[in-house]
Every structure is written in C-alpha cells, then in structure tokens.
C-alpha cells in the first residue's frame, strides 16, 4: 500500500481488474480505513477493559473446574453492564447469545466443546486418573496455604418435603391389612444449606422456603435460634442472590472459629456457586473455593457420603412423631420446632468426622475413594449361536432356577449325543445344581441334577 501511495499515477481500475478485488474497497484502502476483521464491531457492547476482565472471570472459572455455558458469560457481561449504568437513567445494554458468539470470536484462545451425557455405568466407573488429580490437587493447595483441619469445610442443599414422613418397621397381630399411618398433607418443599468443617463442626443453616413474603409466626410461634438464616424464593431452592446471602452469612460465623489465615471450600458446581460476585466474594475473604468433579458427589463429598442420610432419617422420626401425637398438619410451623433438635441428632461430631475420613479428605487419604471405583465395563463380545435352546455363554455360576433351567435345557436337546462344545455347559449345571440344592435345598434342582448325571452316563 505505501509503494502505491508513492505512485501518483496509480490505475486503481486496472489493479482491481488484475487482482480481482472490488474497486471501492482497493480505494478505501488507499485512504486508510482498515479492514472489517480489524474494525471494532458497531454492536460491541463491552470496552476492551471489561472484556478483559469478562476473560479474568472465564480463567478463575476454568482453575475451579467449572464449565460455563452461554448464559453464564452473558450473564457475567451484563452485570458488568448494569454496573456500568447505575448512576444513569438510561438503561443498560445486554449481552445476548449472538454477542457472546462474537466475543468468543474475539477470543479464540476459548474453545468451545460439547459436553456429552454419560451412561449410566460409565458414571459409576470414572477414570481414577481423574480422582487422583484431583486429589493431588486437593493435597497441594492445603499444603501450599497451609490450611487448617478447623478451616476445612464442605457445603451442601438439601431438599425436604415439609409434612411427609418415613415408612416405619411396627409389630403387630395383622397380617393382612396394610398398616397406615395419619401423615401431614403438607407436601411443599423446604431447602437447607449446611456447612460442616474437617474437625468436626457444623455451622448454622440457612432455611429457604417457598414464597415472596417473610411471616411473623415462622419467628414468633417457634423457637427457631437466631444464628439460622431464613431466605425466600418462588420455588424454594436457592439463587444466585440467596447464594450470596448465606455466603456473607458463612463467612460470619466461620471467622469466629477461624485458626488459619485461609479457609477452603469445597462445593460442586451449581450455576449459583459460579457467579462473579460469588467468586469476588471468597477472593477478598479469602476463602478458596474447591470444586467436585461431575457425578462424583455420592463418593467424595461428605456431607452426601455420611451426614445427610441420618438427617432425612431423623426429619422423618419426627414427622412420625407429631402425627402419632394427633398433629395432622406437619407445616412451616411445626418444621421449624423441630429442626433444632433433627439437626443435633444429625451433626454429632463423631458423624462428621466420620465423613471428612470416608471421603479420604482427612486424615489424607485417597484410597478410602479410589479403592471403591469400578472398573469401566469391557464391550460384550458377540459369539456365534449354536443349536438347540440358547444360553448365556458368561462363565458366571448360575444361582436361579431360570438361569439353571436354561443350562439344563441346553443339555437335553439332545441327550443322546452331547456335542463336545455342550460339555462347559454340563459343568456349569452340575456346579450350579450343587451350589443351589446345598443353599436352598429345592427339590426341583436336585431333580435336574439327577437327570443330568443319568444322561451322561447313557
């Protein structure tokens, strides 16, 4: 472009003839407007510095192991946005999924992956290779900060439907008649967020219930302790704002009985834990968030692992409770009674302690969890079908009279002459014959066993 700058002569006809470019464009060049691909887009919502750090938030989400999702950046950018228009009347502009579309555009240095589901088996049989780095990981960060067991905690909601109880074991002369009991029709659905720390202890809940309005009675007609946290939402489970409510309210009480400089938390992934105020938050509080792995919660956090199993035990023990009492109406009322007592039953120190050991996360070790991984299931071979009724070719023993039905039926097609290839067949049946008439002594099986024999002597 300078050489043809220089030229003061130039046919800019013939040049776009001969590279075959349009003319207008050749000459808009030559005038110095730079190309679209370098030209700030018209559309662009965010200045080059909040894009910057719109990729500062995608970096920190990445360290923890979260994958966000469309929303979740236009989420981030618009927050950014109204941050931006606050002092002003004018409304703030949104970021929608074409413009984040272009700012990953802009950004190549994030790849956008499908995320595919699992099977249901491949779930249960995760590569260790991927637990033993995370728990690398976990062991490097509490030696690096120097953590503390006290400072340790793992976080967790947990759903209850207020008013229904548990089916309980009774005696009794009836054998016939189903045994009922009167339980609450009270089916809404209650949400508690619980913390509970490596050495033991457990911090106050926050409670959220379904609706818009906090009522006096919920405060005035039980003995609810002050520490608990009450929050509201239409639906009952927690937000992004009730997140960061009981967030300030952790950081509160968790400070009180803070012995290091740091604390960890370890949580799983929900989209209201992945928020940038949520994130902001620990920074300044220095408090370092520690995410699950998917599909990982049933082995490695506690208070799935050990703790939350006796407090649904123990809500339904006083469900059961009120309504031999004559309390047909389980509510608000009589659930917020209660729950001081179904949460000292539940979180015994000896209980979490247990939990945090289960999980190998203290005292460290990592093969309380690895040891339990199954391996990932090899792919059924297809064998050729042979004659006759068709069997399982599995070397398993069979256990069932199905399962020994079967083999003996693939033995008497033809008993005159067993083919060689029926012989493992033969074996199986006589093993399995044995083990069922010495487990359950049925007679069935040891008239199968007796006809086998008679046949392969003939």
């Given at each position: ?24 464009r050749?000459?808009a ?46 989420s ?9 228009y ?5 409304p ?105 720390s ?75 834990h ?12 220095r ?19 050990v703790?939350f199993?006796?407090?649904k ?12 009492t ?35 996360l ?9 040891d339990k ?5 090899a792919?059924?071979?297809?064998s050729?079908?042979?004659?006759g ?70």
């Open positions: 472009m300078t050489k043809l700058k220089s030229e003061k002569k130039t046919n800019i006809a013939a040049l776009a003839r001969k590279y075959a470019l349009p003319e207008q050749l000459r060049r030559l005038k110095g407007r730079i190309s679209r691909e370098q030209r700030e887009s018209p559309n662009r919502k965010l200045t080059a510095d909040q894009e910057f750090g719109l990729c500062q938030y995608l970096d920190q989400l990445d360290e923890l192991r979260i994958l966000p999702r469309y929303r979740h950046i236009s981030y950018a618009n927050s950014i946005l109204l941050g931006v606050t002092d002003t009347a004018e703030s502009p949104t970021v929608g999924p074409a413009g984040t579309q272009r700012f990953l555009q802009r950004h190549p240095e994030y790849h956008v992956r499908k995320q595919k589901t699992l099977h249901v088996e491949q779930k249960q049989s995760h590569d260790p290779e991927v637990w033993q780095n995370w728990f690398r990981r976990y062991q490097a960060i509490v030696e690096e900060k120097g953590i503390q067991r006290a400072d340790i905690y793992n976080f967790d909601e947990r759903g209850f439907r207020i008013g229904i109880g548990r089916d309980q074991w009774v005696v009794t002369r009836e054998t016939k008649r189903p045994l009922t009991l009167g339980s609450s029709n009270i089916r809404e659905s209650v949400t508690v967020i619980e913390a509970i490596g050495d033991g202890g457990v911090l106050p809940p926050m409670i959220i219930l379904p609706g818009s309005l906090h009522m006096d009675d919920w405060y005035t007609k039980t003995a609810i302790p002050g520490t608990f946290l009450i929050g509201v939402s239409d639906t009952g489970y927690s937000n992004d704002n009730l997140a960061l409510k009981w967030l300030s309210h952790f950081e509160a009480f968790s400070a009180k009985r803070q012995v290091g400089s740091w604390k960890l938390l370890i949580l799983d992934g929900h989209d209201s992945s928020t940038w105020e949520f994130i902001t938050f620990c920074d300044e509080h408090i370092i968030l520690f995410c699950l792995p998917s599909h990982c919660t049933h082995l490695l956090q506690p208070l799935d692992v703790v199993q006796p407090y035990h123990y809500h339904g023990e006083a469900v059961d409770a009120a309504t031999r004559g309390c047909s109406q389980f509510d608000k009322i009589e659930f917020f009674t209660a729950i001081e007592s179904i949460r000292t039953e539940t979180f015994k120190p000896t209980t979490i302690l247990s939990a945090f050991r289960k999980t190998g203290w005292r460290f070790n990592p093969d309380m969890v690895l991984l199954q391996p990932i299931p792919p059924a071979r297809q050729t079908p042979i004659p009724p068709q069997v399982d070719s599995s070397p398993t023993t069979p256990k069932t009279l199905r399962s020994l039905k079967q083999h003996a039926d693939s033995l008497a097609f033809d008993l005159n002459e067993i083919p060689p290839s029926s012989y493992l067949h033969l074996q199986k049946y006589l093993k399995g014959s044995l083990a069922f008439a010495h487990w359950q002594s049925g007679a069935l099986a040891l008239q199968h066993l007796e006809d086998t024999k008679a046949a392969e002597l003939t």
